[in-house]
């Protein structure tokens, strides 16, 4: 039988591997097919246990935002193992504990499926969207505290006039910090303490020695504008596609108004996607 075959099959003990080497999967809500104005947010959990009734996972989260998901939301579920992807359909059941700590316990998923390295994020029965990122070279990473004011003040003054659409390029532009030429990426999960990307073999030549980045994370806000953020690449691996992928670490710098800005506006996204207020709060 082929390996990946194999491994298809065997998901169960996929997962359980994950969970004994202290890994993640990668969550995001499953939507309808017609909400096509979204892009989907994967959030990275780590796996605490798996029994025949539940998978144990830590409640999403994001730079010290949690977001609450109600019992019997269903979601699409992708885990990773080297080279190879899968996803898979679950819904949660409910909360619990873990020590002081809040769990999702989620139904453990009646199958899984192989993404094709062509569809990194596609099976035959769902398709993810990835949110698009704007990425610079950070010249300076000590003198980001203005560019975050003026993004933050930017998507703020739009939001309360009622403005919507696109916005020109010199305005994008007048709020970013000193940075190196642009390169694009994808945003694949969000996490407590950064963000995962992947940078096509295209553009991964533009991922030069330095550590320090200038992201912009396009949410689809109506305002027309991204989400900007300081951050440091903390490790890096090529995929099987050739990708780069990069994690990166939030770089806030005790500045505890842009992070609070930040969850504040992912928790805006989700709480659109999910069709609910209150997805995010504070952890």
């Not at 065997?10 to 309808?32: K, N």
């Not at 842009?258 to 999910?274: D, K, N, P, Q, S």
Request: a neutral charge; proline letters at 6%; glycine letters at 10%.
């Amino acid at each position: 039988m082929p390996a990946n075959r194999s491994r298809t099959e065997r998901w169960r003990e996929c997962l359980r591997q994950i969970t004994e080497r202290g890994g993640g999967i990668e969550l995001t809500p499953a939507r309808l097919e017609t909400d096509g104005c979204l892009s989907d947010l994967l959030m990275r959990v780590r796996v605490f246990d798996l029994t025949d009734e539940y998978v144990l996972v830590e409640v999403p989260n994001a730079a010290g935002g949690r977001l609450d998901l109600e019992p019997g939301q269903p979601l699409i579920g992708v885990m990773s193992i080297g080279q190879n992807r899968w996803m898979f359909h679950t819904t949660v059941i409910g909360t619990t504990h873990r020590g002081n700590e809040r769990c999702l316990k989620l139904e453990p998923p009646v199958g899984v499926e192989r993404c094709q390295r062509r569809g990194f994020y596609r099976i035959s029965t769902a398709s993810l969207s990835l949110p698009e990122v704007n990425c610079w070279p950070l010249l300076d990473p000590r003198a980001t505290s203005m560019a975050e004011a003026a993004s933050r003040a930017l998507i703020q003054e739009r939001r309360a006039s009622g403005a919507t659409g696109p916005v020109d390029a010199d305005v994008r532009e007048s709020v970013l910090p000193e940075v190196g030429p642009p390169f694009r990426a994808s945003l694949v999960n969000v996490s407590g303490g950064g963000l995962g990307l992947v940078v096509t073999p295209q553009d991964r030549g533009a991922v030069d020695e330095l550590k320090h980045y200038w992201l912009a994370v396009d949410l689809g806000d109506p305002v027309g504008l991204p989400v900007c953020m300081a951050t440091k690449v903390v490790h890096t691996h090529i995929d099987s596609g050739m990708n780069l992928y990069c994690g990166m670490a939030f770089e806030f710098s005790g500045r505890g108004e842009h992070r609070a800005f930040v969850v504040g506006e992912i928790g805006r996204y989700m709480t659109a996607v999910l069709g609910t207020p209150g997805a995010m709060r504070a952890a």
